[in-house]
């Protein structure tokens, strides 16, 4: 994933720069909940400023049907000038002479943030006329938001057809990341994927199983793997339609000569709350009224052995139900193994997804490891090797 100009191409000064990152970012009762995104993008929102361009903030926010009141950005603006410290001015709307003439005003080093681009349903359709009317405001376009990457949407991806196109920090420092874990990784490397369902992640597991040389698979999935080798697993969270399918992922990892890690213990439960009494036992005593909740100590400490052997490790999806307590356990020790061997250097570590970010934050490990991605669905399709419309968009279009 290279072949894209970033801002060390771009002139910005003087000129208006449509800027798309994605502020789709948790609210609750009008304020932000979790500024991480905002805080990845301030230093290319600053950095344009500083170089006397002025900053047009573009992006979506939930997933609206046309206008409406709980939908806006503004608030979402409020916080990008919090998180900044400069004044971010806000437009009732992203396109329209409303638009055209605060962007017009603009001096350089300025910042503004437009109204949710999927107030027009031109957006999601990627319109051609809803695409030019976005481009009238600016002179460049710069992503920043790899989040959205995913959508060929006329923010994300429209936008680069028409102006200059370039990279902001933020995607730049992704995409090297993610160039470091998957198209040319230090080897042994290895992929954790957790997550309640293997149907989710069939996409995922094929494109993984030719690259990673050992795959580690946890969390509820796990339990259809060992059902689908014979194992009781009682009433663990498990899809035994898939139980052919799983069986045919582990042939095809014997195959390619990927070494396949499921659990050997685990936590279980009769009821699926926190504190809920609970043992340990290996998977082939889980009884009959009991579920996995965790992965268990022997467990565990293969995992960690395994990353101890591994240069590069990708990491998508927890092991257990860390949601409630003490179930969080495997999640949080594997973290902590894979935080310490990337503070010392032996190992490079990338970790995505939505529960992934969550289970990492709560594990309090996301400084240490190399690069934790904001991105959910985004992140899962660049790991199923899907091509993500608007990093290419970048790549082959000069404007
Ligand atoms: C996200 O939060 O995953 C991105 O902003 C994309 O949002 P979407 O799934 O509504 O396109
Ligand atoms: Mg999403």
Do not use: Y
């Given at each position: 994933m290279t072949g894209f100009r970033t801002l060390d191409q771009?002139?910005?000064?003087?000129k208006r720069v449509l800027l798309r990152v994605d502020l789709n970012v948790p609210v609750g009762e009008g304020t932000v909940s979790d500024a991480t995104r905002i805080e990845r993008m301030a230093p290319t929102i600053l950095e344009i400023a500083n170089k006397g361009g002025k900053v047009i903030l573009l992006s979506h926010f939930g997933r609206p049907k046309g206008p409406n009141g709980k939908e806006s950005l503004k608030p979402v603006a409020a916080e990008v000038a919090h998180v900044i410290k400069r004044p971010v001015a806000f437009v009732?709307?992203?396109?329209g002479p409303q638009a055209e003439a605060a962007t017009h005003a603009m001096r350089g080093g300025d910042i503004l943030c437009l109204e949710?681009?999927?107030?027009?349903?031109?957006e999601e359709k990627n319109d051609p006329a809803f695409a030019a009317a976005l481009a009238r405001l600016g002179d460049i376009w710069v992503n920043d938001a790899f989040s959205v990457s995913h959508r060929a949407h006329a923010s994300t991806e429209g936008l680069g057809h028409i102006l200059p196109a370039f990279a902001g920090r933020a995607m730049e420092a992704e995409l090297a990341a993610f160039r470091r874990v998957?198209?040319?990784?230090?080897?042994p490397l290895a992929a954790i994927v957790g997550g309640a369902k293997v149907s989710t992640k069939l996409a995922l597991l094929s494109n993984l199983i030719p690259r990673v040389d050992v795959l580690i698979i946890g969390g509820g999935m796990a339990n259809t793997f060992l059902a689908a080798q014979g194992?009781?697993?009682?009433?663990?969270?498990?899809?035994?339609?898939m139980a052919q399918t799983a069986r045919a992922i582990l042939a095809q990892a014997a195959a390619k000569g990927c070494e396949i890690v499921l659990p050997v213990d685990a936590v279980v439960a009769?009821?699926?709350?926190?504190?809920?009494?609970s043992r340990v036992v290996t998977v082939?005593?889980?009884?009959?009224d009991e579920m996995v909740l965790d992965i268990g100590p022997r467990t565990i400490e293969h995992v960690v052995s395994v990353l101890a052997r591994v240069k590069t490790l990708v990491w998508n999806g927890?092991?257990?139900?860390?949601?409630?307590e003490p179930f969080d356990t495997g999640t949080i020790e594997v973290a902590e193994a894979a935080a310490e061997l990337t503070a010392s250097g032996k190992i490079i570590s990338v970790a995505g997804g939505g529960d992934t970010v969550a289970a990492l934050n709560s594990a309090r490990v996301t400084e240490r490891l190399t690069y934790v991605s904001a991105a959910g669905g985004a992140f899962l399709e660049w790991l199923e090797g899907k091509p993500l419309p608007g990093v290419q968009v970048l790549q082959t279009c000069r404007g």
């Open positions: 771009a002139d910005v000064n003087g009732e709307d992203c396109v949710n681009t999927r107030f027009h349903a031109g998957l198209d040319v990784p230090q080897r194992k009781r697993i009682g009433k663990s969270l498990c899809e035994h339609e009769r009821k699926f709350e926190a504190d809920a009494p082939d005593d889980v009884g009959t927890p092991f257990g139900a860390f949601e409630i």
